[in-house]
């Protein structure tokens, strides 16, 4: 039985710990499939779209060609209106013009324009031309993004409960460390000497009788009843079965038995698992700095690293970049050269995004904790005094 058992017991914990990461993997792989047929859909739309020459670049192109032409050779008189007209007419010019759908609408391009949909990041140097990459986009972002939100909500009880338990084991370590420098060495001999006091005291229970353990049986206190060596003997063998006898796992029986019973039972608590989803994040509590302070570190990491295939960007610009990127405020004033490259970086933008989420949720407690106190200050002052008057 031993040997049939450890094998079932394998794996019920592996189908156990299959349970407990489906839903997580679920929402990241939907993600991830989701973010790839959108690649797929706008690259094709987009990318392969004609190029026309329109009436407007037309114009831009004779009116560069009349600039150029009213240059004199002495740049030096003409320099600053010469520059005052470039910059209007360049002002008025589309980028689009300037770009080849085939190069920015590649896989990966494309790729990276759904990550910029779903995480509401828009950095505004890609965007859809036609009319029907237009529509599409904003289907595209109208289960996109809830798809992604749900992903963070999914991704922040995880982060969460991992804040959580290593700030609690920090506070207990931190409690350890006070207590120990607080006790003295006096108080510390005494306790130490009452200690060998307390514990030198030990109950040594002997074993019942025969007459005992018969006594403690319910049917002894109803009534006296003469039994025989043979079937005390009985008795005694059957009480010590039972306390030697392992607990059987109903579940595994229930398994072995019937396995419709311990399906839905599984499906019950893939489902709670489900239900479960954003309570460890309303749970935690951890000071605000701290989430600063995770975030200033976190931000500081790819800051580093950023640049090592961003020519164009120093550690300044990087830090500032990732922090316009994960609060998804998105200007756009910062272009990247390798966006396939940071593609690799996905990972980092959602648990980032989840950070600066987790950070602006505890700001908000903070904020309705502010405004309850506030309140309740100007009500307890705007109350009128009780007045007493004499019987």
């Known amino acids: 039985m031993a040997s049939i058992s450890q094998p079932l017991r394998g794996k019920m914990t592996c189908k156990k710990i299959f349970w407990a990461v489906f839903p997580h993997a679920c929402f990241i792989l939907s993600l991830v499939i989701y973010a790839f047929l959108g690649a797929l859909m706008f690259s094709h739309i987009e990318g392969n779209r004609e190029v026309t ?74 965007y859809p031309v036609t009319r029907i990459g237009k529509y599409l986009c904003m289907l595209y972002a ?38 120990s420098k607080l006790c003295s060495g006096s108080t510390c001999s005494k306790r130490n000497e009452l200690k060998p006091r307390a514990q030198s005291k030990i109950v040594i229970n002997e074993p019942l009788t025969i007459m005992e353990v018969l006594r403690s049986q319910s049917g002894m206190k109803r009534r006296p009843v003469k039994y025989r060596n043979v079937e005390l003997f009985e008795m ?11 607990a059987r796992n109903k579940s595994m029986e229930r398994w072995s038995s019937c396995p419709e019973l311990a ?40 800051a580093a690293i950023l640049p090592n295939w961003e020519r164009n960007m120093d550690f300044q610009e990087a830090f500032y970049f990732c922090f316009i990127t994960l609060t998804t405020i998105g200007f756009g004033d910062t272009k990247l050269e390798h966006p396939k490259f940071f593609l690799f970086f996905s ?45």
């Open 236 to 246: 005694l063998i059957a009480r010590e079965n039972e306390n030697t006898q392992p």
């Open 53 to 126: 020459l329109s009436e407007e670049y037309r114009t831009f192109l004779q009116n560069l060609t009349c600039l150029a032409r009213k240059l004199s050779d002495n740049v030096t008189e003409n320099e600053k209106m010469f520059k005052n007209d470039i910059r209007e007419l360049f002002n008025t010019a589309d980028p689009v013009w300037f770009i080849n759908p085939e190069d920015r609408w590649s896989f990966f391009g494309s790729l990276f324009f759904c990550c910029t949909v779903f995480t509401t990041v828009g950095y505004g140097n890609t």
């Open 142 to 179: 109208l289960f996109g993004i809830p798809l992604m939100f749900l992903v963070l909500t999914d991704t922040g009880d995880i982060l969460a409960t991992v804040l959580s338990k290593s700030y609690n084991e920090f506070r207990k370590l931190q409690s350890k460390i006070q207590a």
């Open 347 to 391: 990972l980092y933008i959602i648990i980032g995004m989840e950070v600066v989420f987790i950070a602006f949720k505890l700001g908000q407690d903070r904020l309705i904790v502010l405004y309850k106190k506030v309140i309740s200050f100007c009500a307890e002052k705007k109350m009128p005094s009780k007045k007493i008057y004499p019987k």
């Open 263 to 302: 399906r839905e039972k599984t499906v019950s608590r893939v489902i709670k698992n489900f239900d479960k989803i954003g309570k460890e994040l309303e749970k935690l509590d951890v000071p605000i700095v701290l989430m600063v302070l995770v975030i200033f570190v976190y931000i500081s990491c790819a």
